[in-house]
């Protein structure tokens, strides 16, 4: 157990709807990321989060947002969803962006 | 092309032997992690590393920063190592990881 919890752990959704992913870091971490491993691109990181504040983005789409609240747990917002969303998305957390990173169990989206 | 190689691709063992899986990177890097994930998804960070060899347990990594390179290798392999291993790469603190494509190992009793 990573210490890092992540809800739900299945979704299966319509195209063109909008769901919510939570993760909660491990106690004390203050970066938080969220990455997308789909079966033909493997792992693709997507944005981060230092102590509530964006630090990095990777290849996110614009239909997908975060963010990290107060609490440093964080959310990934995704909508008008296709089936290319389809996909595990992971969270992980670190103490600071050097230290080790700490995967949660991920979400299986499936987009029907 | 990728940043990060990962070679082979997919690997079948004997329980008991000595397995090797590399990564090779194009860029210069601050710290490269390899990362194991489990048949049922879940990922563990083994190490990371930015010189020189760490060892747990029966894994060992080791790199080498001039010639852009890393091992990971399993003692004694058995069934429960089967897995995906993956690299990472980092090259400063801010910057976000990129990931080879995978080396999925199976170790068979």
């Known amino acids: 157990d990573s210490g890092v919890t992540q809800t739900p752990k299945h979704l299966i959704t319509a195209t063109g709807q909008r769901v919510t992913l939570r993760c909660s870091p491990r106690s004390g971490d203050l970066s938080v990321y969220w990455y997308q491993q789909s079966l033909d691109q493997g792992l693709q990181f997507l944005i981060q989060y230092y102590n509530g504040e964006e630090r990095a983005k990777g290849n996110i789409l614009e239909r997908f947002s975060a963010q990290q609240f107060p609490d440093l747990h964080s959310e990934l917002n995704l909508s008008s969803l296709e089936l290319g969303d389809s996909a595990l998305y992971f969270c992980?957390?670190?103490?600071?962006?050097?230290?080790?990173?700490?995967f949660g169990p991920g979400t299986r989206l499936l987009v029907l | 092309k990728n940043e990060v190689e990962q070679s082979p691709q997919n690997l079948t063992a004997q329980e008991g032997e000595f397995i090797t899986i590399n990564c090779s990177y194009s860029v210069g890097i601050s710290a490269l992690h390899w990362l194991q994930q489990h048949p049922g998804g879940g990922i563990v960070s083994l190490f990371m590393l930015s010189s020189g060899k760490k060892k747990h347990g029966r894994l060992i990594a080791t790199i080498n920063i001039q010639e852009k390179h890393s091992s990971l290798h399993i003692t004694a392999s058995h069934p429960r190592d089967s897995a995906v291993y993956i690299c990472a790469v980092t090259n400063s603190g801010n910057t976000p990881l990129v990931f080879g494509k995978g080396t999925r190992l199976s170790v068979i009793a």
């Open positions: 992980a957390s670190s103490l600071t962006s050097v230290e080790t990173q700490y």
